[in-house]
Nanobody, 121 residues
Framework: QVQLVESGGGLVQAGGSLRLSCAAS????????MGWFRQAPGKEREFVAA????????YYANSVKGRFTVSRDNAKNTAYLQMNSLKPEDTAVYYC??????????????WGQGTQVTVSS
């Protein structure tokens, strides 16, 4: 069992940066791929980024590639999403998830409660 708690969301102006953290409990954290998803009002949840258990592979949605960086520290049971050059269209609730990978919700087993990111223009 893995429990996930996101933090670091907030209100930022366009062009600014935020760093989201996802703290995990459970001794099997390091064996899972960690993913980040987001859901904007009135839209379906979408994939943002993911990082494999070994940190050797990272994956990004085209909409965030070059602006967002996913990382993890297995010793601290924590995953991160560094978000730079934020745009108003990045406004959403951001979720971290742990699972077996991919870009679909079905590839992830455990989910956090979400953290709100609001980007003002």
């Amino acid at each position: 069992q893995v429990q996930l708690v996101e933090s670091g969301g907030g209100l930022v102006q366009a062009g600014g940066s935020l760093r989201l953290s996802c703290a995990a409990s459970g001794r099997t954290f390091s064996s899972y791929t960690m993913g980040w998803f987001r859901q904007a009002p009135g839209k379906e949840r979408e994939f943002v980024a993911a990082i494999s258990w070994s940190t050797s592979s990272t994956y990004y949605a085209n909409s965030v590639k070059g602006r967002f960086t996913v990382s993890r520290d297995n010793a601290k049971n924590t995953a991160y999403l560094q978000m730079n050059s934020l745009k108003p269209e990045d406004t959403a609730v951001y979720y971290c998830a742990a699972g077996y990978g991919g870009t679909r919700d079905s590839g992830f087993i455990y989910w956090g409660q979400g953290t709100q990111v609001t980007v003002s223009s």
